[in-house]
């Protein structure tokens, strides 16, 4: 039976990325036999322009039914005046919940042929692969109750509630483990349980969850120590699993030692592993309609789908491997391109197409 994919390019350059994230998969469904079908629906700023609302009735319908979603970016300066609940930005939070996607994946990866591309001594970021594996859906941002409150001595005062209950830290722990078994097998745990109950609670549940997964060698850091680590010696992480904030700031630094935005992917995914996949980057209004954005994180969140929702482990080696090739024959975006080095300048699509024809020689 074909699995069923939705894309949701959604603005500014998520059509155009997409594009060539579609002219990927086609090679995989023609050439390598992948067994899928792929419908399209709205979000964001096209989902209002279609539909009225940034996560429309007809793609909540379409999301109901997917496998795995590929959503390009969304908002736009010219939905800057639009009430709060419908904005571009509300329709990602809306699949997100009505999806229950809490286990959100962000690699930060550099290849070898990128490390010039970084702020960091090529010798401290070249080869870097970490995947930060952040809980998504509970944690400080949807603690309950929040406020700013007036005192009795007039006074005002803002508060929020950082609270997790044991079941969603062991569903995030088995999201974290599972992804350490596809890769080197070590996860480290970030919290900070040396001042927080809620962490305590945390290290406790994820130590406990650990015993199931004997193969993989379980650390724990705490936070303050994680942030020095990840910018003094980033390549001594490999997975790496924490709470929503904690995970939302660690996972951009991470993104940063990279040095660029265009080549990151991204994953969200619920208990039943189903995914939405999408570059960690926005829709780039700066540059929509010009034709040189960068699609390698959106190709790369295509091979995160096959290895994490379809498991075709094979065929996202095959992705990465052609991403690789491109970049080794020196093709660069203008985002990644670094003046006086043997490289060429090149465009949306012909980066894409580079991909397709790296993946067509590997068939
Ligand atoms: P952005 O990520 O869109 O752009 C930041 C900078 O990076 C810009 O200079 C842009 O040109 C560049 N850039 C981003 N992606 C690129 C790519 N693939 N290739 C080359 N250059 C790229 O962030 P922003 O400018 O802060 O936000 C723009 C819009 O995107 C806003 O409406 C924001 O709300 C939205 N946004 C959406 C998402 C999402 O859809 N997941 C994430 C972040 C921001």
Not at 256 to 270: E, F, H, Q, R, Y
Not at 309 to 331: P, R, Y
Request: proline share 4%; charged share 25%.
């Amino acid at each position: 039976m074909s699995q069923n994919i939705l894309v949701l390019p959604g603005d500014g350059i998520g059509p155009e990325i997409v594009t060539e994230a579609v002219k990927v998969l086609n090679v995989l469904k023609d050439d390598y036999g992948l067994n899928i079908e792929l419908t399209y629906g709205h979000i964001g700023g096209a989902g209002y322009d279609a539909a009225g609302h940034p996560y429309p009735e007809e793609s909540q319908q379409l999301a109901a039914k997917a496998d795995a979603i590929l959503l390009g970016a969304v908002g736009g300066y010219k939905y800057d005046d639009l009430p709060r609940e419908l904005r571009p930005e509300r329709g990602l939070l809306a699949i997100r919940s009505d999806l229950d996607l809490f286990s959100n994946l962000r690699p930060a990866i550099l290849t070898e042929e990128l490390a010039d591309a970084s702020s960091l001594k090529p010798e401290i970021v070249a080869g870097l692969d970490i995947m930060i594996v952040r809980e998504l859906t509970g944690g400080i941002y949807f603690g309950q109750p929040r406020g700013i409150r007036t005192l009795e001595n007039g006074e005002r005062e803002g508060y929020n509630t950082l609270v997790y209950r044991e079941s969603e830290i062991e569903r995030i722990a088995h999201s974290a483990f599972k992804t350490a078994m596809k890769r080197d097998k070590r996860l480290c745990s970030v919290d900070k349980a040396n001042v927080l109950e809620v962490s305590e609670l945390w290290r406790e549940v994820i130590t406990r969850i650990g015993k199931e997964y004997p193969e993989v060698e379980l650390s724990h850091m705490y936070v303050d120590n994680a942030a020095m680590q990840l910018v003094k010696e980033p390549k001594q992480f490999d997975v790496m699993v924490t709470k929503n904030m904690f995970g939302d700031i660690l996972s951009d630094a991470a993104a940063m030692l990279t040095g660029s935005i265009g080549m990151l992917p991204s994953a969200s995914l619920n208990s039943e592993g189903i995914g939405m996949y999408e570059p960690i980057h926005g829709s780039a209004p700066d540059i929509a309609g010009q034709g040189i954005a960068n699609p390698l994180a959106t190709i790369m969140s295509v091979s995160m789908m096959l290895r994490y929702s379809l498991g075709k482990v094979d065929l996202a080696d095959k992705v990465d491997a052609a991403v690789k090739t491109v970049l080794q024959q020196g093709l660069r975006t203008a985002d990644i391109y670094v003046e006086g080095l043997q490289e060429e300048k090149v465009g949306t699509a012909a980066m894409g197409d580079a991909v397709v024809a790296a993946l067509k020689q590997g068939a």
